[in-house]
């Protein structure tokens, strides 16, 4: 092995020689590699600045569009329910079904309301008897009354002429204390037919001659027979607007719903916007009626086109039921996230249906370049609201 490889080493030396004689140098393939670096290095020195420059322009002419990757769409939704217990009697609609606004959805067994609306009728009715007797006893009283005065007026007369006959010794003593008694008795009895007078009017609210439909107890009675009939007319309930029902399942004839208590759930189809919640830092630029760009991603490559409807005047942290308290003076800076709504506007072409809870990519342009940070207003300073 040895004695082989030396006679290779001098066969190369001696072709390296004679190749070195007759004019040729060798190829060892380092003159190529410095004629490329000789063009690259000039070449990068160039296109450097450039770059840099681009760069710069890039910056400070973009930043005027906010993408938001984390929105989710959103619209009208409602767990269907009525405010009186009872038996489910009829499920008029099925799942996934897509109803109309005021279109019924469900009905209640109404017996115990349509009794409860017989009674109601039934005391409205012993109430206006009530009050119509009393105004009847009321006149009657007023009658006695005049009558009493007159009956005063006759006593309080013979009491005078029996008086003036006893003076005269004409008439017996007895005769002048029957006529005193008589008197006497008119005036308790006029006292007695006033106080009773009162005590009816009073029952009637003292107007006792007004119309009876304004008399306290039957505006109450009248009341309770309107709540019979508003709860008997709640037994059906109907979409509050329209949209697609769905969880019907949960619900079938027979079953007892409580006051208050879903049977399933309506969401709307009207009205569809999408909930984006940015870091605060990134809404310094965003005003409500600014145009936004919708990517949903179960529909790539389809686009809406929505716009700024309205921004929360506070965090979403500030509504959570247990709001971060800086006490121990340990303090950490969190980003906020400020809530803001963006209105689908229609399209003009037939766009795939979006439902609730969908993620969306936004993208809301400002009309706001980046700009130079040393340079740069802030909007107060700008005056921009």
Same mark, same amino acid.
């Given at each position: 092995?040895?004695?082989?490889?030396?006679?290779?080493?001098?066969?190369?030396?001696?072709?390296?020689?004679?190749?070195?004689?007759?004019?040729?140098?060798?190829?060892?393939?380092?003159?190529?590699?410095?004629?490329?670096?000789?063009?690259? $290095?000039?070449?990068?020195?160039?296109?450097?600045? #450039? =770059?840099?420059?681009?760069?710069?322009?890039?910056?400070?002419? %973009?930043?005027?569009?906010?993408?938001?990757?984390?929105?989710?769409?959103?619209?009208?939704?409602?767990?269907?329910?009525?405010? #009186? =217990?009872?038996? *489910?009697?009829?499920?008029?609609?099925?799942?996934?079904?897509?109803?109309?606004?005021?279109?019924?959805?469900?009905?209640?067994?109404?017996?115990?309301?349509?009794?409860?609306?017989?009674?109601?009728?039934?005391?409205? %009715?012993? #109430?206006?008897?009530?009050?119509?007797?009393?105004?009847?006893?009321?006149?009657?009283?007023?009658?006695?009354?005049?009558? %009493?005065?007159?009956?005063?007026?006759?006593?309080?007369?013979?009491?005078?002429?029996?008086?003036?006959?006893?003076?005269?010794?004409?008439?017996?003593?007895?005769?002048?204390?029957?006529?005193?008694?008589?008197?006497?008795?008119?005036?308790?009895?006029?006292?007695?037919?006033?106080?009773?007078?009162?005590?009816?009017?009073?029952?009637?609210?003292?107007?006792?001659?007004?119309?009876?439909?304004?008399?306290?107890?039957?505006?109450?009675?009248?009341?309770?027979?309107?709540?019979?009939?508003?709860?008997?007319?709640?037994?059906?309930?109907?979409?509050? &607007?329209?949209?697609?029902?769905?969880? *019907?399942?949960?619900?079938?004839?027979?079953?007892?719903?409580?006051?208050?208590?879903?049977?399933?759930?309506?969401?709307?189809?009207?009205?569809?916007?999408?909930?984006?919640?940015?870091?605060?830092?990134?809404?310094?630029?965003?005003?409500?009626?600014?145009?936004?760009?919708?990517?949903?991603? @179960?529909?790539?490559?389809? #686009?809406?086109?929505?716009?700024?409807?309205?921004?929360?005047?506070?965090?979403?942290?500030?509504?959570?039921?247990?709001?971060?308290?800086?006490?121990?003076?340990?303090?950490?800076?969190?980003?906020?996230?400020?809530?803001?709504?963006?209105?689908?506007?229609?399209?003009?072409?037939?766009?795939?249906?979006?439902? =609730?809870?969908?993620?969306?990519?936004?993208?809301?342009?400002?009309?706001? @370049? $980046?700009?130079?940070? &040393?340079?740069?207003?802030?909007?107060?300073?700008?005056?921009?609201?």
């Amino acid at each position: 092995m040895d004695s082989v490889s030396l006679d290779e080493l001098e066969s190369q030396e001696v072709r390296v020689e004679r190749s070195t004689a007759v004019g040729h140098p060798p190829v060892t393939g380092k003159s190529s590699g410095r004629g490329v670096r000789e063009w690259k $290095r000039p070449l990068l020195f160039a296109v450097l600045p #450039i =770059a840099l420059v681009a760069g710069a322009y890039a910056y400070t002419t %973009g930043g005027r569009i906010v993408s938001i990757d984390d929105a989710y769409v959103d619209t009208d939704k409602v767990g269907v329910s009525t405010d #009186i =217990a009872g038996t *489910v009697a009829e499920v008029a609609v099925s799942e996934n079904q897509r109803v109309a606004a005021g279109q019924v959805l469900y009905r209640l067994d109404d017996l115990p309301y349509r009794l409860a609306l017989a009674r109601g009728d039934a005391h409205l %009715g012993m #109430i206006r008897d009530e009050l119509t007797t009393l105004q009847d006893n009321y006149r009657d009283i007023q009658a006695q009354v005049r009558q %009493g005065e007159v009956d005063v007026g006759f006593y309080a007369a013979e009491r005078e002429r029996q008086r003036e006959l006893l003076a005269q010794h004409v008439a017996s003593r007895s005769a002048f204390d029957s006529a005193d008694r008589n008197l006497q008795a008119s005036h308790q009895k006029l006292i007695a037919l006033r106080q009773q007078l009162a005590g009816v009017a009073a029952s009637l609210d003292g107007a006792p001659d007004g119309p009876v439909e304004r008399n306290p107890k039957y505006l109450e009675a009248e009341a309770q027979r309107d709540e019979a009939a508003r709860q008997l007319a709640h037994t059906i309930v109907r979409a509050p &607007f329209a949209g697609v029902a769905t969880g *019907v399942g949960a619900t079938a004839s027979g079953r007892f719903l409580p006051a208050s208590t879903p049977a399933f759930f309506l969401v709307g189809s009207d009205r569809t916007w999408v909930d984006v919640t940015p870091k605060e830092t990134e809404l310094t630029w965003v005003r409500a009626g600014q145009p936004a760009v919708l990517k949903v991603d @179960a529909y790539p490559g389809v #686009i809406w086109r929505g716009v700024v409807e309205s921004i929360s005047p506070a965090a979403a942290q500030e509504f959570s039921l247990l709001p971060a308290q800086n006490t121990s003076g340990n303090w950490v800076k969190v980003v906020q996230r400020v809530p803001l709504r963006i209105r689908v506007l229609p399209g003009t072409q037939n766009l795939p249906p979006l439902r =609730a809870g969908m993620s969306v990519e936004v993208k809301i342009d400002t009309a706001h @370049a $980046r700009g130079l940070p &040393f340079f740069e207003s802030s909007p107060m300073a700008s005056g921009q609201p």
